[in-house]
């Protein structure tokens, strides 16, 4: 099955500063990439995703890069802000033709300085 | 308000004593998934189903029981908890058939002594 390794596991960076959370995985079928955003003690929460006919997507201060031939994708966040604060989670799917199955990667814990 | 909804939020309770967590959506989503949150391990897929009556295991499905009778509601049942299944319990319905935008419910925190 697919395998989903996320780094690093923690990530302090000063307020405007660009932060960077890379993702691997094993399954070169895969074809779904989103990213989710869990703020402490709430849900996780859809932020962005790409396909894999796609090797860039950008909202606002957010972007994800996916190299399918090295197979890891990466979440750009610019001009970091308190609010961006969170736990970041990678997944990868394959869509089997009658179900995506998502493997979440273990999450990295965003502390925004000011 | 679109939303799904779980209940209960926070659940203490005893090795073997059945429990059931509820989750309802209210948005027609056919497909409809259960998570557990474990420190260090991420988001693990427990059971998963994809309309009425059609479901499928996860990654960690062992210890677990699930039904879609409805559309809208898909209980999470625990016929004999163990203290492993303590987690952070999440249900999640998707705007797209194939299950690939979840929107998660606000989540169950079950602890078993």
């Known amino acids: 099955g697919e395998n989903v390794e996320q780094h690093p596991s923690t990530l302090s960076v000063q307020e405007g500063d660009s932060a960077v959370i890379k993702c691997t995985y094993s399954?070169?079928?895969?074809?779904?990439f989103p990213w989710y955003k869990q703020e402490l003690g709430k849900r996780p929460q859809l932020i962005i995703d790409?396909?894999?006919?796609?090797g860039e997507k950008k909202d606002q201060r957010i972007a994800v890069t996916l190299n399918k031939t090295a197979k890891h994708f990466s979440l750009h966040i610019t001009e970091t802000q308190p609010e961006d604060s969170a736990v970041y989670f990678c997944?990868?799917?394959?869509?089997?033709?009658?179900?995506?199955?998502?493997?979440f990667g273990t999450g990295t814990r965003l502390q925004v300085t000011l | 308000e679109a939303q799904v909804t779980q209940n209960p939020r926070y659940l203490i309770t005893v090795t073997g004593k059945k429990l059931t967590v509820t989750c309802s959506q209210n948005?027609?989503?056919?497909?409809m998934s259960w998570y557990r949150q474990d420190p260090g391990l991420g988001l693990r897929q427990i059971y998963y189903?994809?309309?009425?009556?059609?479901?499928d295991k996860g990654d960690v499905p062992e210890g677990y029981k699930v039904s879609r009778k409805e559309k809208r509601n898909f209980p999470l049942i625990l016929e004999s908890p163990s203290p492993n299944q303590t987690s952070l319990y999440f249900c999640?319905?998707?705007?797209?058939?194939?299950?690939?935008?979840?929107?998660f419910g606000s989540g169950t925190q079950l602890s078993v002594l």
């Open positions: 999640a319905s998707s705007t797209d058939t194939r299950g690939e935008k979840l929107f």
């Open positions: 399954d070169s079928a895969s074809n779904y």
């Open positions: 790409i396909r894999s006919n796609v």
């Open positions: 997944a990868a799917s394959r869509y089997t033709g009658t179900a995506s199955k998502l493997t």
């Open positions: 948005m027609n989503h056919e497909y």
């Open positions: 189903s994809m309309n009425v009556e059609v479901t």
